[in-house]
């Protein structure tokens, strides 16, 4: 499974984003895609989740209505639309894929290389 993922970059406070992973290598009819982010000095932790076939999404509550995640079933592709972005949003954003979520928490099997999002204020 490869997952590039692109879209990160500079912006100033209130902008928005739209980051983009294509997938390839598998069928992801069943699975699970999701983003997660990582900033300076602090841990991984997801952004948010879709499950494939239903379109079904989970998010983290500090990113609730301000983020969307979505998939483009044709190119095999997750976005995940950033708007109303703040400085504490900033990280290298991760696209992962596979695995299960459970209990509220996602658990992928792959990941992408990161990219990174800056927000100024």
């Known amino acids: 499974v490869q997952l590039q993922a692109s879209g990160g970059g500079l912006v100033q406070a209130g902008a928005s984003l739209r980051l983009s992973c294509a997938a390839s290598?598998?069928?992801?009819?069943?699975?699970?895609l999701g983003w997660f982010r990582q900033a300076p000095g602090k841990e991984r932790g997801s952004v948010a989740t879709?499950?494939?076939?239903?379109?079904?999404?989970y998010y983290a509550d500090s990113v609730k209505g301000r983020f969307t995640i979505s998939r483009d079933d044709a190119k095999t592709t997750v976005y995940l639309q950033m708007n109303s972005l703040k400085p504490e949003d900033t990280a290298v954003y991760y696209c992962?894929?596979?695995?299960?979520?459970?209990?509220?928490?996602?658990?992928?099997?792959?990941w992408g290389r990161g990219t990174l999002v800056t927000v100024s204020s």
């Open positions: 879709i499950r494939w076939n239903s379109g079904s999404s």
């Open positions: 290598g598998r069928t992801f009819s069943t699975y699970y």
């Open positions: 992962a894929a596979g695995g299960l979520y459970y209990n509220g928490k996602y658990y992928p099997d792959y």
